[in-house]
């Protein structure tokens, strides 16, 4: 038996070559020695205020992308968050088992919430016990995650285990997957801060779905330093991260990342970082576009994706009410 894996990203900003990098190609590469679920989670999106036509036309946009990506939905599922309303009713239930304490100790609520004043809405206090539903109603094994996601999943792993305690064995207990592969991308301009979807000054991030002439200005305003010299250390953190970004798309190691930088400067660092990039990003949104221009074809996937996810879900959700004393 294959084990099971889910992840989802929020459809809250356009993705970034930090979503690919650490997310999106690791997913690919999970599709054949895993049991894979991967949704595109409009349901956490609306914790804070979204444009409804952007988030809708976002979430064909991002389920395009991961298509373009190599996801293929006859290998595993791919679904969008509310067209499965298990989650939100086994995140009612979740939310009757989770206590305020622990919630408000959420370091990325505190982040977000610190910004909203008196206005804080209970979804965004609440999105960890929606997250929780997501992977416990598959039975989630294994989830892949960047490591800002690691307190939500001890929070999800303690509420299965509650459960389990007071209900008898109701969930699987999951793992998180940190980072298997490759390495955390950061934003170009403030290289210690990583590269955000949702972060104010966009001068440092590169979208998946951004222009030629556009990524190729930002990487030739990367923050890099005053060393001059191309070495893989923390104190350069800018020459660092361009290191990475190069060698990911390159296939090339760290090691062998430095050899062909050998004796060159900051300005071949960025150009060969440049063609790289161009060279992964422009094929990936030539095919992205391929499948936005389908919408019929892309209906038929994300339908059949809703239908075989709610099919799986099933009989967790039936079990977990039945355990809670409602009425089947
Ligand atoms: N909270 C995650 C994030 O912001 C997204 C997410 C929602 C998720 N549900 C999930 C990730 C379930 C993994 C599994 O990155």
């Given at each position: 038996?294959k084990?099971?894996?889910?992840?989802?990203?929020?459809?809250?900003?356009?993705?970034t070559?930090?979503?690919?990098?650490?997310a999106?190609?690791?997913?690919?590469?999970?599709?054949?020695?895993y049991?894979?679920?991967?949704?595109?989670?409009?349901?956490?999106a609306?914790?804070?205020k979204?444009?409804p036509?952007?988030?809708r036309?976002?979430?064909?946009?991002?389920?395009?992308?991961?298509?373009?990506?190599?996801?293929?939905?006859?290998?595993?599922?791919?679904?969008?968050?509310?067209?499965?309303?298990e989650?939100?009713?086994?995140?009612?239930?979740?939310?009757?088992?989770a206590?305020?304490?622990?919630?408000?100790?959420m370091?990325?609520?505190?982040?977000?919430?610190?910004?909203?004043?008196?206005s804080?809405?209970?979804?965004?206090?609440?999105y960890?016990?929606l997250?929780?539903?997501?992977?416990?109603l598959?039975?989630?094994?294994?989830?892949?995650?960047?490591?800002?996601?690691s307190?939500?999943?001890e929070?999800?792993r303690?509420?299965?285990i509650?459960?389990?305690?007071?209900?008898?064995?109701?969930f699987?207990?999951?793992?998180?997957?940190?980072?298997p592969?490759?390495?955390?991308?950061?934003?170009?301009q403030?290289?210690?801060?990583?590269?955000?979807k949702?972060?104010?000054?966009?001068?440092?991030?590169?979208?998946?779905?951004?222009?030629?002439?556009?990524?190729?200005?930002?990487?030739?305003?990367?923050?890099?330093?005053?060393?001059?010299?191309?070495?893989?250390?923390?104190?350069?953190?800018?020459v660092?991260?361009?290191?990475?970004i190069f060698?990911?798309?390159?296939?090339k190691?760290?090691?062998?990342?430095?050899?062909h930088?050998?004796?060159?400067?900051?300005?071949?660092?960025?150009?060969?970082?440049?063609?790289?990039?161009?060279?992964?990003?422009?094929p990936?949104?030539k095919?992205?576009?391929?499948?936005?221009?389908?919408?019929e074809?892309?209906?038929?996937?994300?339908?059949?994706?809703?239908?075989?996810?709610?099919?799986?879900?099933?009989?967790?959700?039936d079990?977990?009410?039945?355990?809670?004393?409602?009425?089947?």
């Amino acid at each position: 038996m294959k084990k099971r894996i889910f992840s989802g990203i929020q459809p809250s900003g356009d993705l970034t070559i930090g979503n690919y990098l650490g997310a999106l190609r690791n997913w690919v590469n999970f599709q054949d020695n895993y049991e894979t679920l991967y949704s595109i989670v409009d349901l956490h999106a609306i914790t804070v205020k979204q444009d409804p036509e952007l988030l809708r036309e976002r979430t064909l946009t991002n389920l395009s992308l991961y298509l373009a990506a190599g996801l293929d939905p006859e290998k595993g599922l791919l679904f969008i968050q509310s067209h499965v309303p298990e989650h939100t009713e086994l995140a009612w239930i979740l939310a009757c088992h989770a206590y305020m304490g622990e919630l408000s100790r959420m370091v990325q609520y505190k982040d977000k919430s610190a910004k909203l004043g008196e206005s804080i809405p209970t979804g965004l206090f609440n999105y960890p016990t929606l997250m929780a539903a997501d992977i416990l109603l598959y039975q989630a094994e294994l989830v892949p995650v960047g490591e800002d996601q690691s307190q939500h999943l001890e929070l999800t792993r303690d509420l299965a285990i509650r459960f389990n305690n007071a209900y008898g064995k109701t969930f699987t207990v999951p793992k998180g997957h940190f980072n298997p592969f490759g390495a955390k991308i950061y934003d170009l301009q403030n290289p210690t801060a990583s590269m955000h979807k949702s972060a104010e000054n966009q001068n440092g991030i590169i979208f998946l779905m951004e222009d030629e002439k556009s990524i190729r200005k930002k990487v030739s305003r990367s923050v890099t330093d005053s060393l001059g010299t191309i070495a893989y250390d923390d104190a350069q953190p800018g020459v660092k991260n361009l290191l990475n970004i190069f060698a990911l798309l390159s296939g090339k190691t760290i090691d062998e990342a430095l050899l062909h930088f050998d004796g060159k400067g900051y300005k071949e660092l960025k150009e060969d970082v440049t063609e790289v990039l161009l060279g992964e990003l422009l094929p990936l949104q030539k095919r992205t576009r391929d499948f936005l221009s389908d919408p019929e074809e892309l209906r038929k996937i994300y339908t059949k994706g809703a239908q075989k996810a709610r099919e799986l879900a099933k009989p967790t959700l039936d079990d977990v009410k039945q355990k809670v004393g409602f009425v089947l």
